[in-house]
Nanobody
Framework: QVQLVESGGGLVQAGGSLRLSCAAS????????MGWFRQGPGKEREFVAS????????YYADSVKGRFTISSDIAKNTMYLRIDRLKPEDTAVYYC????????????WGQGTQVTVSS
């Protein structure tokens, strides 16, 4: 059973940086696409970034390009999301997700980690 555990969230001042981590277990992740999503207060959950674990190829939502960097460490089965120049509108619960490359939807989710950006 795939399990995903996020960490690294917290309270940060605007303009600062943060790195979120997602520790994955229970799967052969070379066959997975991993993703980060976020849900801000009163908003729907939205896609942020994804990465193919085997190739490291990243994809980003247009709204975060240039400030967000997704990466992975295969040896540690851990995925990361670095957020630079944080803005108050980045305040959200950030979720790690995984899906088999052959699947059309993410079917494994972490519990989320809260990021709060103060102005």
């Amino acid at each position: 059973q795939v399990q995903l555990v996020e960490s690294g969230g917290g309270l940060v001042q605007a303009g600062g940086s943060l790195r979120l981590s997602c520790a994955a277990s229970g799967g052969t992740f070379s066959n997975y696409r991993m993703g980060w999503f976020r849900q801000g207060p009163g908003k729907e959950r939205e896609f942020v970034a994804s990465i193919y674990w085997s190739s490291g190829t990243p994809y980003y939502a247009d709204s975060v390009k240039g400030r967000f960097t997704i990466s992975s460490d295969i040896a540690k089965n851990t995925m990361y999301l670095r957020i630079d120049r944080l803005k108050p509108e980045d305040t959200a619960v950030y979720y790690c997700a995984a899906r088999l490359i052959s699947d059309s939807a993410y079917n494994y989710w972490g519990q989320g980690t809260q990021v709060t950006v103060s102005s």
